[in-house]
């Protein structure tokens, strides 16, 4: 059987400052078994994103030296930003890519988990696939009231983590670890700088608030530039295609004159979400991912490697 | 220093007969260093577009078997189609794709063109990039009349071949081998019977008639489905969008209240086209194609390859 091969997004508590962006990257660089697809830093979240693709094992390994450097330089106490956070190292979702089930990534964060936790003191919740609890799946329950509640709130029963003392990290908070299936990050900038305006257009396509099946989303400032954000993670890109989030939000953002400025991927997209929207827009039939020459290419590439 | 990749994508004057089809595409099947990405029969054209890619050599070794079954089985003289022609081997164009330059895929033309004709009696016109006379190197000009005016006027000197006697093929016709960059086969299907309006619209389109600087296009019926086309070819992708054709259709047709009903890409397009069209319809900022997964992987694993 070939290799099994991954992805994992590791989310930092660190935008802003570019020498400790780097160290929490450094250990993903040059690593055989280890590929750096993407990292995002974002100064309005103050988070970090990272994209790493290839084996199990070396990106373990990579993980937990770039965990050290995050919990050694990231304090919570001192950490402000436009996204919900409880720790230096946020959260590590490992996600099925090839030739690896859901169940065997649900077995690795378990496993990632729990040497997290012994190596650096910091306790561990486990969401999505990999919760031991039901409503930890969800990832805003973990979060909930974020680092700043969680500290106090982490010694009641129903918030001890999963891993670890009912108690925080003093610097480092405490940290998510799941696996899930392949998250598009995606924000819609409109053209007004009205936070309530974007607050009630996110939750109308937000699934929580009866939207859209499989999209979260929060309404942000973006105050540098006066405009806001409608910041959504797309957790089933198949069933909620991103044409459809965009169009939404346009119908949405219609009924009070505000248009859509640009909107953004954060991080990685599979092509297939791409080949599914271009095709709405530009009334693509027929159309296959294979006629696309990269990928035609990569699939030519996997059967010599096979062969 | 890396292998040189091209692009060949010969066009051969056969889209009904399956057994012809299969025969011609057959030489391309499991040959080490020659990729078979995409071949489509259409009906309509009665043509078959071959999209290959890999090394020089190989393609080439494989373009000639191929090209002896095509000469062997199709006869011009009851060929029938909506695709202007000039032969069964009808075009083949040699593309510089990596770690090779337009220059040396001029040089494999000329040599193809020469071995082809020795091995076939078809006789060569250079085009494009390839041309010997700076008016071949427009396609049109080589195929005008089609092989019917063509097998006629082969012996004038102004449309004497550029290899082999000046006197046709009497079943294969005369063939065009050129070098050219990336073209796109585009399509857009327009929800009306009416073929003087596809005509009208391809002649606004096109850049013969002042459209598009790089836009060819010519209006066709589509009998099957009472549907008309503006089937085009795109020879500069990166200074023609997609998305500039379909809108600039959609606003002619508009003008008669015709529908776009569907577009076609044919054969293989580079992901970059893709992205520049879904950029502009999803009003997409700071995406780089290194964020679609599959590309990154396919850039990790040239890297491997290399080192």
């Known amino acids: 059987m070939a290799n099994p091969l991954i992805e994992c997004v590791p989310n930092y508590s660190e935008g802003r400052r570019p020498e400790v962006i780097e160290a929490i990257v450094e250990p993903f660089r040059h690593r055989p078994g280890c590929a750096l697809l993407d990292h995002r830093a974002d100064k309005d979240h103050n988070r970090l994103v990272v994209s790493l693709v290839g084996r199990p094992g070396p990106i373990q390994e990579a993980l937990m030296e770039s965990a050290r450097v995050a919990v050694a330089r990231i304090n ?22 090839r030739n690896i089930a859901m169940g065997d990534c649900v077995v690795l964060a378990r496993q990632f988990g729990m040497r997290f936790y012994e190596e650096t003191g910091v306790p561990v919740y486990f969401y999505e696939e990999a919760a031991l609890k039901p409503e930890r799946r969800a990832l805003e329950v973990i979060r909930k009231g974020q680092f700043e509640t969680l500290k106090v709130e982490i010694s009641r029963p129903d918030r001890h983590p999963d891993v ?22 995606f924000n819609v900038n409109l053209g007004t700088s009205d936070l309530e305006l974007a607050k009630k ?23 540098d530039r006066g405009l806001t954000q409608v910041s959504m993670n797309i957790v089933d890109y198949e069933k909620n295609a991103l044409y459809r989030v965009v169009e939404f939000i346009r119908m949405e953002a219609k009924r009070w004159g505000v248009p859509i400025v640009e909107t953004e991927v954060y991080g990685m997209i599979p092509a297939a979400a791409l080949l599914d929207s271009l095709s709405y827009y530009m009334h693509l039939t027929g159309f296959e991912p294979k006629q696309v020459l990269e990928l035609a290419l990569l699939d030519e590439l996997g059967k010599e490697e096979r062969s």
């Open 201 to 223: 257009i996110a939750k109308a396509v937000r699934s929580s608030s009866g939207g859209l099946c499989y999209v979260k989303g929060i309404g942000l400032a973006l105050q």
């Open 76 to 97: 919570l106490e001192h950490h402000q930003g436009g996204h919900p956070r409880i720790g230096a190292v946020d959260v590590i979702p490992f996600i099925p890519l």
């Open 164 to 185: 670890g003392e009912p108690r925080i990290h003093p610097t480092a908070g405490a940290t998510a670890v799941g696996a899930r299936k392949f998250l598009i990050a």
